[in-house]
């Protein structure tokens, strides 16, 4: 999106190869940037790394970005460090071709935790029941859109097009309200899909890899809060009887199937059998509960 806007309005786009803050911070000074757009572990980083304070950052007045929730710290950081920096967000999906809400300035200094405000005429977006049923404000649903911009289908799945897209809109698999002024805010995900550093995890596609392994009799994959990436990936293992498996060899077997960032940064081994819930799907509310608790009292 920020490539073909830079086209479009005819200004240079800086790109790097591969992430580095300190190397990000010389070139906004080198090219005199005028806007940094990055996930927000990208922008955490440039936040925390020793340079920036030390880097001629003048010509910097907007730092934008998406890919999954910015912590609301954040957005005060970005005041204290860059304050004459804008700061700004947005939210959409691959499916609405990035295309959902936004949200900058004084707006987003007050309201950290939304990702703003549709564009009627561009964008309609409601809140729905499971039923389907638009919810009133402060009520929370799950979120759906519609625009110009939405896909037309998925490519060969009609089924999966049929479950997400209803009379034009979509349905995003997020969880969320809408307050009295209009502005959105995400409480949570439908979708069983974890969001590290920006880039979008399928626990199933885990899940599936870790089921392939001799020792695992029952597996569930979920997220758990980090601080640096917004979310890390957790699995819950529980093994057949008399095998053995350390959390090293799991994560080794995952990362010989998947991309590396896909491999549980922690595997919890349970001695029973995982907790499921009427409908027969493992409870991973109670999962990624217990996850946490773990991972707090460890360290």
Same mark, same amino acid.
């Given at each position: 999106? %920020?490539?073909?806007?830079? /086209?479009?309005?005819?200004?240079?786009?800086?790109? %790097?190869?591969?992430?580095?803050?300190?190397?990000?911070?010389?070139?906004?000074?080198?090219?005199?940037? =005028? =806007?940094?757009?990055?996930?927000?572990?990208?922008?955490? &980083?440039?936040?925390?790394?020793?340079?920036?304070?030390?880097?001629?950052?003048?010509?910097?007045?907007?730092?934008?970005?998406g890919?999954?929730?910015?912590?609301?710290?954040?957005?005060?950081?970005?005041?204290?460090?860059?304050?004459? #920096?804008?700061?700004?967000? *947005?939210?959409?999906?691959?499916?609405?071709?990035?295309?959902?809400?936004?949200?900058?300035?004084?707006?987003?200094?007050?309201?950290?935790?939304?990702?703003?405000?549709? @564009?009627?005429?561009?964008?309609?977006?409601?809140?729905?029941?499971? &039923?389907?049923?638009?919810? *009133?404000?402060?009520?929370?649903?799950?979120?759906?859109?519609?625009? #110009?911009?939405?896909?037309?289908?998925?490519?060969?799945?009609?089924? #999966?097009t049929?479950?997400?897209?209803?009379?034009g809109?979509?349905? @995003?698999?997020?969880?969320?309200?809408? !307050?009295? &002024?209009?502005f959105?805010?995400?409480?949570g995900?439908?979708? !069983?899909?974890?969001?590290?550093?920006?880039?979008?995890? #399928?626990?199933?596609?885990?899940?599936?890899?870790?089921?392939?392994?001799?020792?695992?009799? &029952?597996?569930?994959?979920? *997220?758990?809060?980090? !601080?640096?990436?917004?979310?890390?990936?957790?699995?819950?293992? /529980?093994?057949?009887?008399?095998?053995?498996a350390?959390?090293?060899?799991?994560?080794?077997?995952?990362?010989?199937?998947?991309?590396?960032?896909?491999?549980?940064?922690?595997?919890?081994?349970?001695?029973?059998?995982?907790?499921?819930?009427?409908?027969?799907?493992?409870?991973?509310?109670?999962?990624?509960?217990?996850?946490?608790?773990?991972?707090?009292a460890? @360290?």
């Open positions: 999106t %920020m490539q073909f806007l830079s /086209y479009r309005a005819g200004r240079k786009l800086v790109l %790097m190869y591969k992430w580095n803050a300190e190397m990000a911070l010389e070139l906004a000074e080198r090219e005199e940037l =005028t =806007t940094i757009e990055g996930v927000p572990t990208m922008i955490g &980083e440039i936040l925390n790394s020793p340079d920036l304070h030390s880097r001629d950052l003048s010509t910097v007045t907007k730092i934008g970005g890919g999954s929730a910015r912590p609301p710290e954040h957005v005060k950081l970005l005041q204290e460090h860059l304050p004459q #920096a804008v700061p700004g967000t *947005g939210y959409g999906m691959t499916e609405t071709n990035a295309i959902g809400t936004t949200i900058g300035g004084d707006d987003y200094i007050g309201r950290p935790n939304s990702v703003g405000r549709p @564009s009627p005429p561009l964008v309609s977006l409601e809140i729905r029941d499971e &039923e389907g049923n638009i919810l *009133g404000t402060n009520e929370d649903g799950e979120i759906c859109m519609k625009s #110009a911009a939405n896909m037309r289908c998925y490519w060969n799945k009609p089924e #999966a049929e479950e997400t897209l209803i009379d809109w979509m349905r @995003s698999g997020d969880i969320g309200h809408i !307050d009295e &002024e209009g959105v805010f995400i409480t995900r439908a979708k !069983d899909i974890i969001i590290r550093g920006g880039e979008n995890i #399928a626990c199933g596609e885990i899940e599936y890899v870790l089921y392939e392994h001799p020792a695992v009799n &029952e597996a569930a994959v979920h *997220g758990a809060p980090d !601080d640096r990436l917004g979310e890390i990936v957790c699995a819950t293992v /529980y093994l057949k009887q008399g095998a053995d350390s959390e090293a060899e799991i994560q080794e077997h995952v990362r010989s199937k998947l991309a590396a960032f896909k491999a549980p940064s922690h595997v919890l081994f349970v001695d029973e059998p995982l907790p499921r819930i009427a409908s027969g799907k493992f409870d991973k509310v109670t999962l990624q509960k217990r996850a946490i608790d773990w991972l707090q460890s @360290s």
